[in-house]
C-alpha cells in the first residue's frame, strides 16, 4: 500500500508535467498554389525554410510542416477532416498583382493551442516574405497574410469537452466492468452463471453491453451537462449523433473488455484498484484531451497510438465541432472496432481460464 501511495502520484507527475505545455510541432499544413511566379516560389522558399527553423524566426518552433495539395477544394476537404490544421493558398494573378498582395490561410479553429502555433509561424514567415519584397524593390506592392476561417473559434473549455465525454465511458468501465465483477466474482455471482445454457463468450457479451449501455447513456448525459453548464457547443446534425453514439459504443466495448479482463484475474479488490488507477491515468493523459498530441515527447506519442480514447476523442472534436461525414473518421472507426474485437476475444478467454 505504501508502494502505492508513491507511485501513483510519481505516475500523475510524469503524466501531467509532459502531457501540459509541450512544444507543438510538425502539424500538416496544405499549400495551395496557383500563382508560379518569383514572388509566390520566394514566399513558399520562406515558409519551407521556417518549417525547418533555418531562418532563426523568434517563434520559430517547426511547428507545421508542408503538404503540397493541387487545389483549394481538395485542401479545404482535408481541413475540415482533420487531415491539416491549415491552408495557405497563393492565389491566381498574386505575382502580376501591382497592388495589394493578399495570401489567404485557412485555419483550423477548433484546436486552439494548435492553431495558435501555426498561425503564429505562419505569419512571422509572411512578415519576413514583405521585408524581402521591400529590401529588392521599395515600389513593391505590399503583402498581407489573410486569415480566415471555415469554423468558429472554439474555447479551451470546449476543446476538453470531447475528452471529458470519453473519461466518463472510461470511469463506467472502471466501476461497473472491475469493481462489479470483482464483487460479482467473489459473491459467486459470476459462477453462477455457468449453470445456465449460455456460452462463456455469450456470458461475456451479456456483461459487457450491459456496461456499455450504462457507459453510453452516462456519456449523453455527460454532453448535455456540458452543453448547459459548460457554454459547449456543438456543431453536429442528426446523422452526426448517430456517428457520435456507434463511436462511444465501440470505445465502451474496448475500455469494458480492458478492465473486466483485468477484474477477473485480480486477486482482491485492492490489488484491482493499484492496475486500474495508473492506468485510467495514462489512457487520459496520453490520448490528446487536454492538449494536442502533436505537442508530447516521442514516448507518450507512442502511447497515444495505440490508446482507444485517442481516437475516441478524435473522432468525438471532428463531430462536434465540425460536423465531419463518416469518411473523416473511418479511420478512428477502424481502429476502434479492431482493438474492441481483440479485447472481447482476449476477455472471453480470460473469463474461461478464471471461472
Not at 525554410?49 to 483549394?72: H, Y
Not at 502555433?117 to 515600389?139: D, H, K, R
Not at 490520448?287 to 497510438?305: D, E, N, R, T
Request: with cysteine; glycine share 8%.
Amino acid at each position: 500500500m505504501i508502494f502505492a501511495t508513491i507511485i501513483i502520484p510519481f505516475i500523475l507527475l510524469i503524466l501531467m508535467g509532459y502531457a501540459f505545455g509541450g512544444v507543438i510541432a510538425h502539424e500538416p499544413v496544405a499549400v495551395v498554389q496557383y500563382s508560379y511566379g518569383d514572388s509566390s516560389n520566394s514566399f513558399l522558399a520562406i515558409i519551407q525554410a521556417e518549417q525547418t527553423c533555418l531562418l532563426g524566426g523568434s517563434g520559430c518552433q517547426n511547428s507545421f510542416k508542408l503538404v503540397n495539395v493541387p487545389d483549394l477544394g481538395t485542401a479545404l476537404n482535408m481541413l475540415r477532416e482533420g487531415s491539416v490544421k491549415a491552408v495557405v493558398y497563393i492565389p491566381l494573378g498574386f505575382d502580376d498583382s501591382s497592388s495589394t498582395r493578399d495570401i489567404n490561410v485557412y485555419i483550423d479553429t477548433t484546436d486552439p493551442m494548435s492553431a495558435g502555433a501555426v498561425s503564429n509561424e505562419l505569419t512571422e514567415a509572411g512578415q519576413q516574405f514583405s521585408l524581402q519584397q521591400q529590401a529588392l524593390s521599395p515600389q513593391a506592392p505590399p503583402v498581407n497574410i489573410v486569415k480566415s476561417s471555415i469554423y468558429r473559434n472554439v474555447l479551451y473549455i470546449e476543446f476538453m469537452a470531447p475528452g471529458s465525454i470519453a473519461s466518463t465511458l472510461l470511469f463506467v468501465a472502471l466501476i461497473g466492468g472491475g469493481i462489479t465483477i470483482l464483487n460479482d466474482r467473489e459473491r459467486g455471482v459470476i459462477e453462477g452463471y455457468l449453470v445456465t445454457p449460455l456460452k462463456s463468450y455469450e456470458i461475456v457479451f451479456g456483461v459487457l453491453m450491459a456496461g456499455v449501455v450504462k457507459a453510453v447513456l452516462s456519456a449523453g448525459a455527460m454532453l448535455m451537462l456540458a452543453v448547459v453548464f459548460a457554454g459547449v457547443r456543438p456543431n453536429v446534425d442528426a446523422f452526426g449523433v448517430l456517428l457520435m453514439i456507434f463511436t462511444l459504443i465501440l470505445a465502451a466495448l474496448g475500455l469494458l473488455s480492458i478492465v473486466a479482463a483485468i477484474a477477473v484475474r485480480a486477486p482482491s479488490a485492492d490489488m484491482l484498484r493499484f492496475i486500474i488507477l495508473p492506468l485510467s491515468y495514462i489512457l487520459y493523459f496520453t490520448s490528446g484531451a487536454v492538449y494536442p498530441v502533436q505537442g508530447f515527447p516521442a514516448w507518450m506519442k507512442a502511447l497515444s497510438a495505440v490508446n482507444p480514447m485517442t481516437y475516441t476523442v478524435h473522432a468525438l472534436r471532428l463531430l462536434m465541432y465540425k460536423g465531419s461525414s463518416f469518411a473523416g473518421i473511418v479511420g478512428d472507426f477502424t481502429f476502434l472496432a479492431i482493438f474492441s474485437g481483440i479485447m472481447l476475444v482476449i476477455t472471453t478467454l480470460v473469463f474461461r481460464r478464471s471461472l
